[in-house]
């Protein structure tokens, strides 16, 4: 026979947003003022205590990936530290990495060698073992410069 404890693990919230976590946190907190039976309060406090702690665990998940993110935005910057052309690096408030490389970028000389702006990101980001990280390459964004959807940006000005 399955225990009731072991059916109730500390996953059962795993599958659920902040959000709605919180929800669910207000609508205990008014179940537990209806509620008065003594059994029925104990339990709802104990449902109330597992649901804030499953959402100190996410909140804590989302401060370590958003770490994890800024890392990579700071590996991109070092490798992209002495191109020769202007580049902007951006990490949006979705975590997400844009490189802006300007108006017009895929008909400027790659002054590195051969091949197009894009082409000398794509080699030097392959070189950090980051070729397929969803990082977009782009001419700009609106997001560039913008407080409100940034997380970090980095401007480099090499020249071209």
Same mark, same amino acid.
């Given at each position: 026979? %399955?225990?009731l404890?072991?059916?109730?693990?500390e996953n059962? &919230?795993?599958?659920?947003? !902040?959000?709605?976590?919180?929800? *669910?946190?207000g609508?205990?907190s008014?179940?537990?003022?209806?509620? !008065?039976?003594?059994?029925?309060?104990?339990? @709802?406090?104990?449902?109330l205590?597992?649901?804030?702690?499953?959402l100190?665990k996410?909140?804590?998940?989302?401060?370590?990936?958003?770490?994890?993110n800024?890392? @990579?935005?700071?590996?991109?910057?070092?490798?992209l530290?002495?191109?020769?052309f202007k580049?902007t %690096?951006?990490?949006?408030?979705?975590?997400?990495?844009?490189?802006?490389?300007?108006?017009? &970028?895929?008909?400027?000389?790659?002054?590195?060698?051969?091949?197009?702006?894009?082409?000398?990101?794509e080699s030097?980001?392959?070189? @950090?073992?980051?070729q397929?990280?969803?990082i977009?390459?782009?001419?700009?964004?609106s997001?560039f410069?913008d407080?409100? *959807?940034?997380k970090?940006?980095?401007?480099? !000005?090499g020249g071209?």
């Amino acid at each position: 026979m %399955i225990k009731l404890k072991e059916l109730l693990s500390e996953n059962t &919230y795993a599958k659920f947003t !902040r959000n709605e976590l919180a929800l *669910y946190i207000g609508d205990l907190s008014n179940m537990l003022k209806s509620v !008065r039976n003594p059994k029925s309060i104990q339990l @709802i406090k104990q449902d109330l205590k597992d649901v804030k702690a499953a959402l100190a665990k996410k909140k804590n998940e989302s401060i370590s990936e958003a770490k994890h993110n800024k890392k @990579i935005f700071d590996k991109v910057a070092n490798a992209l530290k002495d191109i020769k052309f202007k580049a902007t %690096i951006h990490l949006n408030d979705d975590d997400k990495i844009t490189i802006g490389l300007g108006r017009d &970028y895929f008909k400027k000389k790659n002054p590195h060698g051969t091949g197009a702006l894009d082409d000398e990101i794509e080699s030097r980001l392959k070189k @950090i073992g980051l070729q397929n990280a969803g990082i977009d390459i782009m001419a700009s964004s609106s997001d560039f410069n913008d407080k409100k *959807y940034t997380k970090a940006q980095k401007d480099i !000005r090499g020249g071209v």
